[in-house]
T-cell receptor, first 116, second 109 residues
Framework: EAQVTQNPRYLITVTGKKLTVTCSQN?????MSWYRQDPGLGLRQIYY???????DKGDVPEGYKVSRKEKRNFPLILESPSPNQTSLYFC???????????????FGPGTRLTVL | GENVEQHPSTLSVQEGDSAVIKCTYS??????FPWYKQELGKGPQLIID?????GEKKDQRIAVTLNKTAKHFSLHITETQPEDSAVYFC????????FGTGTRLQVFP
């Protein structure tokens, strides 16, 4: 089954304690992206990757890191989480059309993060 | 950069009625306009999309219209059913997707 998986699904942590949210896709997609979803703000892109070892900032990258060492995996790293990073996080992947990520994006089930 | 506005933020309809959600975008270069449905506890899922060379697209009870001149696009759901209840997001894309803020649709039996 074609899917994007994220782990963990729920996480409660404390300020400053480093954490990693994993994301994996089995569709051989080049493009992967992380979004955060907050009430009234919709989905905002944090980071994206067009291929292995190619990553770039989205609209709200501050406080986050990513890596793309393998095509299928795109972990999101919070080195020193703060309460304003409490949010619902989604990983997504898609193929590339003409070098642009305009194909259908497939979303993971989400990770609800609470930073105390 | 691109900005996408979506209205209304909440919409309640009776089962069987129609629902319309509207979006406007700012970047005239945007050429791809998908709509995503997010059910409770799940990630968004594409339900229909339209490209800038098409004015309207229909898939069973769902249709999307695009007015490039006015930079508007809309989602129309006819004969709504309780299972249509969800949050709907529009998006516009040039080289990346910019999402609207979402519409929570409630369909009452």
């Amino acid at each position: 089954e074609a899917q994007v998986t994220q782990n963990p699904r729920y996480l409660i942590t404390v300020t400053g304690k480093k954490l990693t949210v994993t994301c994996s896709q089995n569709m051989n997609h080049e493009y992967m992206s992380w979004y955060r979803q907050d009430p009234g703000l919709g989905l905002r892109q944090i980071y994206y990757s067009m291929n292995v070892e190619v990553t770039d900032k989205g609209d709200v990258p501050e406080g986050y890191k990513v890596s793309r060492k393998e095509k299928r995996n795109f972990p999101l790293i919070l080195e020193s989480p703060s309460p304003n990073q409490t949010s619902l996080y989604f990983c997504a992947s898609s193929g590339l059309a003409g070098g642009r990520s305009t194909d259908t994006q497939y979303f993971g089930p989400g990770t609800r993060l609470t930073v105390l | 950069g691109e900005n996408v506005e979506q209205h209304p933020s909440t919409l309640s309809v009776q089962e069987g009625d129609s629902a319309v959600i509207k979006c406007t975008y700012s970047d005239s270069a945007s050429n791809y306009f998908p709509w995503y449905k997010q059910e409770l506890g799940k990630g968004p899922q594409l339900i229909i999309d339209i490209r800038s060379n098409v004015g309207e697209k229909k898939d069973q009870r769902i249709a999307v219209t695009l007015n490039k001149t006015a930079k508007h696009f809309s989602l129309h759901i006819t004969e709504t059913q309780p299972e249509d209840s969800a949050v709907y997001f529009c998006a516009a894309s040039t080289d990346k997707l910019i999402f609207g803020t979402g519409t929570r649709l409630q369909v009452f039996p």
